[in-house]
C-alpha cells in the first residue's frame, strides 16, 4: 500500500456522473476495479501537495467507444487511472485528466459508494486515500 495522499473535497463540473453511466465507460471502470462495481460520479479532491503517485492504467476515449470528454474537456488525451482504498475501508479508482491544465493537485475518485453520503462529506472537508495494487 502506498503512502496517504490527503485532500479537501471540492466541487466538480457534473460531468462524471453521466458519462459513468454509459456502458462500455461502467464495465471499463469496472474491470479495472478488478470487477467491483463503480457508483456513477466521481468526488473531486484537491491534495495538499502535487500528486505524485504512480497510477498504472491509462484509458484513451477510442478505447471505450463513446464521446466520454471531447464535447468539455478537448484538450483531455485520456485517464490515468489507479486503485486505492479511501479513508481506510472504501475501494475506488483514481482518476487524473491527460490534458495541460489539469491541476497538478486535483485528483477525482470514482468508489464504490456515495462518499458524500456515507461519509457526511461537504466542500472543504479532508478525505484521504492510499494507492493499492489490488483490493484482497
Known amino acids: 500500500m502506498g503512502p496517504a495522499h490527503r485532500g479537501r473535497v471540492a466541487a466538480g463540473r457534473g460531468f462524471a456522473s453521466d458519462r459513468m453511466a454509459l456502458e462500455p465507460v461502467h464495465q471499463g471502470l469496472q474491470a479495472l476495479a478488478g470487477g467491483i462495481g463503480m457508483v456513477p460520479g466521481t468526488l473531486n479532491l484537491l491534495l495538499d501537495l502535487p500528486f505524485v503517485g504512480f497510477l498504472p492504467f491509462y484509458v484513451a476515449e477510442a478505447d471505450l467507444g463513446v464521446t466520454v470528454w471531447t464535447d468539455h474537456a478537448p484538450a483531455r488525451k485520456g485517464l490515468s487511472i489507479g486503485r486505492a482504498l479511501i479513508a481506510g475501508r472504501y475501494r475506488g479508482l483514481i482518476l487524473r485528466g491527460d490534458e495541460p491544465d489539469y491541476p497538478a493537485n ?31
Open 106 to 136: 486535483q485528483v477525482e475518485i470514482a468508489c464504490e459508494v456515495r462518499l458524500r453520503e456515507h461519509l457526511g462529506l461537504a466542500d472543504g472537508d479532508r478525505l484521504d486515500f492510499r494507492l493499492v495494487d489490488s483490493f484482497r
